[in-house]
């Protein structure tokens, strides 16, 4: 089981960038996958989820901006990042959870399968 996650880069302040997640040995359909950020000196942060049902759910400091979807043709999940900032400078991961119910966790516990992490940096 292996997330690859990739599409990381500099970018400047109010840019784009699209992460991927590629699955291998999971469904992506059949799990939740979550996208989390760890900055230098911080801990590991909760950033979007698209559940397997399809709900997503965004944290309070990227809502409205930040938009995760999935390909399932591709076995990939994918988080869109507009009008970056600064602070959003961080490695990004994405990780796997297997759940039947649609609970929306935001906790790094909750997830056992992660990815080896992108980064993201965006210039002021």
């Known amino acids: 089981v292996q997330l690859q996650a990739s599409g990381g880069g500099l970018v400047q302040a109010g840019g784009t960038l699209k992460l991927s997640c590629a699955a291998s040995g999971l469904t992506v359909s059949r799990y939740h996958v979550g996208w989390f950020r760890q900055a230098p000196g911080k801990d590991r942060e909760f950033v979007a989820l698209f559940s397997r049902y399809g709900t997503t759910y965004y944290a309070d400091n990227v809502k409205g901006r930040f938009t995760v979807s999935r390909d399932t043709a591709k076995n990939t999940g994918y988080l869109h990042m507009n009008s970056l900032k600064p602070e959003d400078t961080a490695v990004y991961y994405c990780?796997?959870?297997?759940?039947?119910?649609?609970?929306?966790?935001?906790?790094?516990?909750?997830?056992?399968?992660w990815g080896q992490g992108t980064l993201v940096t965006v210039s002021s």
């Open positions: 990780a796997a959870r297997y759940s039947e119910y649609n609970d929306l966790r935001d906790d790094v516990q909750a997830y056992d399968t």
